[in-house]
Every structure is written in C-alpha cells, then in structure tokens.
C-alpha cells in the first residue's frame, strides 16, 4: 500500500498524499481477511517505513485469525553500515532512494551521490538478510 498516515503536526509538503488511520486500518483488514480466508495464509508479515504513530497504530491493530507480525524497516541497528550507532530516518529514506529511483534524487554532487549509491545498495541488501529472522523469527 504506497500509502501512510501522516502524523499529528507534520505539514503538508507538495505531492504528499495520506489516508486515515482508520482507512488504512480497514484496507489491511480487508486484505489480510481476503489471503487467510482464499489462499489459507496464517502468518504475515507487514513491512512498513513510516514511523508516524498513527500509521503504527492503524497496523498494529489488525485483526486476524492468524498471526500479523508488523516490522518496522527504519527501527534496524543500521550500525554495521553506516558505521554509526544510529542515522536519521530521512537519511536512510534517501540512500534507499538512491539505489532503487536514482532518477528520483536531486544530484548535484555527482562525486557524493556515487558514495551514497553505494551505501543505500549495501542498506537494501541488509534489509533484506535481516527481513526473514524480523518478520518469522520462528523459522530461523
């Protein structure tokens, strides 16, 4: 779902398009209803890279007859990486960004932004080792 809830006090910024609480909250119900229901999926997993509490809350609640882990992408330890205990959310928005749209990013310093290609490749790929211990720890 390539939509959030915005958080209380943040402003409204050019492009920006939110849901409520509650009709994000009703899509994953309804969703997640329709997969154990049709397919017999018992364990899910939601990834998300929004860190406003209203968004968090609106997935934390979801109904289910199975089980719904909810993994927040930006509450890693991206220490290994960036070799700093910790980095701005926007920062990581950013590197991710650059490796997956670079097109997306203004690049006025070509010689910085190859550096940051580099760092937000190696952020994807431990996101993704770090993905199936997150999200099914029981499997591991």
């Known amino acids: 779902i390539p939509f959030g809830v915005k958080g209380r006090g943040r402003r409204d910024e050019a492009g920006v398009a939110t849901v409520s609480r509650k009709a994000l909250h009703r899509v994953m119900n309804e ?47 991206f220490t290994p990486v960036m070799g700093k205990p910790s980095a701005r959310t926007g920062e990581l928005e950013t590197l991710l960004i650059l490796h997956l749209r670079p097109e997306l990013v203004d690049q006025t310093s070509p010689t910085r932004v190859q550096g940051d290609v580099r760092l937000g490749s190696a952020l994807y790929s431990f996101i ?13």
């Open 31 to 77: 969703l997640i209803a329709d997969w154990e229901e049709v397919a017999g999926v018992t364990d899910i997993a939601v990834l998300t890279a929004h860190a406003a509490e209203p968004h968090q809350e609106a997935l934390s609640t979801i109904r289910t007859a199975g089980s719904v882990r909810l993994v927040d992408i930006f509450s890693l330890d």
């Open 128 to 140: 993704l080792e770090a993905l199936p211990v997150l999200c099914f720890p029981q499997l591991s």
